[in-house]
């Protein structure tokens, strides 16, 4: 039989959080009491008046074809929104609205990348990164991290070569959740600049954040790492907008233009009725998501307190996972052994490129965690 699919296709992996999540539903479906920590979404509903948003602009007809990279209102509400919220000043121009945040960085990789270049991703990360910049033609290559579980600056300088082009910066971080000091933010931008390295920035967790930290900007350092930065951002997590799928980029002309053209090429353009909605979203911001952020904070706490002490983690200042080392088993047996005999479902961390860890998420019940608090400390127990 003759094979059609592609070598690059080959290579890819499926998504492991989806992988897990398929798993425990297939148990709950045989009647197992499942906790599922793997799903990275909000379990909140979204608030009421983006629904009722979208439903008037699907009454008033609002479900045609839009400019490919969005409709001018939204670009604009998005230029003043990282104007308020983040000190930088965009035209409408330089704003790319997506079917998803995960949509604008597959569009960036392949709006900037040429075959064989490098792009810089610091491990843990997110499990599509490295995959990304495959799809595309470029090389994924992983920085190693500090005591922080931030970027390891020694590291990145000893990587990078007349073949790299960005660096992929996620902060607030999934999986780790830490949040990207001032410090560490103006170190990382002395490296990238003096390289001539662009920057993505990826900022969907950017309001979910605990103890009074900011999530800072990396594009709002100076006018020089803003000109070679991309920002990414969306309303997935923000404003429990997962399945909505609606993101957006910021990025100089050049790459916006390029990013625009890909687009109206494969996907057109994004949802016309949802961006309706997420106007609304922009409008009411924090009345929308402090509710959820103070309930991941409460929850967050909760486990600060009461999981084992024998775990070790990176202290999550932002997002809503706990990234935790149970010991030396491999990551993959881990999950298995937890889900099979405990009926934790956790994604491993050997896909986020750091492995002897698994992911947690507290975007569940209170109730929920207590559970997973006492089968995780028998588990820790009773490990061979």
Not at 207 to 221: C, E, Q, T
Not at 228 to 242: A, D, P, Q, W
Request: aromatic content about 10%; charged content about 25%; overall charge neutral.
């Amino acid at each position: 039989m003759v094979d059609y699919v592609s070598e690059k296709a080959k290579e890819i992996q499926p998504s492991a959080t989806l992988a897990v999540n398929r798993r425990a539903r297939q148990l709950q479906q045989e009647g197992k009491e499942i906790i599922n920590l793997s799903v990275g979404e909000p379990d909140f509903d979204t608030p009421g008046v983006i629904k009722e948003a979208c439903q008037a602009a699907l009454k008033a007809g609002f479900t045609k074809y839009t400019d490919s990279s969005g409709i001018l209102e939204l670009r604009q509400a998005i230029c003043e929104k990282l104007e308020r919220e983040n000190g930088l000043d965009y035209s409408p121009e330089q704003i790319v609205v997506s079917n998803g945040a995960k949509h604008s960085l597959f569009n960036i990789m392949m709006a900037i990348l040429n075959p064989g270049e490098e792009v810089i991703i610091p491990a843990p990360y997110w499990v599509s990164y490295p995959e990304m910049v495959k799809l595309a033609g470029g090389k994924p290559v992983i920085c190693s991290r500090n005591e922080r579980f931030t970027a390891n600056l020694d590291h990145l300088r000893e990587l990078i070569t007349p073949r790299t082009k960005a660096f992929i910066l996620n902060s607030p971080a999934n999986p780790t959740g830490v949040v990207y000091t001032q410090k560490e933010l103006e170190d990382l931008t002395e490296i990238l600049l003096s390289h001539k390295i662009l920057c993505i920035s990826d900022e969907i967790y950017e309001h979910i954040v605990f103890d009074g930290i900011k999530a800072v900007s990396i594009a709002s350092l100076n006018k020089e790492i803003k000109e070679r930065c991309v920002v990414v951002n969306g309303f997935s997590k923000t404003f429990s907008m997962t399945g909505w799928r609606l993101g957006y980029l910021a990025a100089p002309k050049a790459i916006a233009a390029a990013v625009a053209n890909i687009q109206s090429q494969t996907a057109s353009n994004p949802v016309s009725f949802v961006q309706k909605a997420a106007l609304v979203a922009l409008k009411y911001q924090k009345n929308l998501y402090r509710p959820m952020v103070e309930e991941f904070s409460r929850r967050r706490e909760f486990l600060l307190k009461n999981l084992p002490e024998v775990i070790f983690y990176p202290r999550p200042d932002g997002a809503f996972y706990f990234f935790l080392s149970l010991g030396k088993v491999a990551s993959p047996e881990m999950a298995d052994y937890l889900l099979q005999k405990y009926y934790l479902a956790v994604v491993p961390g050997r896909d986020f490129g750091a492995d002897h860890f698994i992911r947690i998420s507290f975007a569940t019940s209170l109730e929920n965690l207590r559970k997973a608090v006492e089968r995780l400390s028998e588990a820790v127990n009773n490990l061979p």
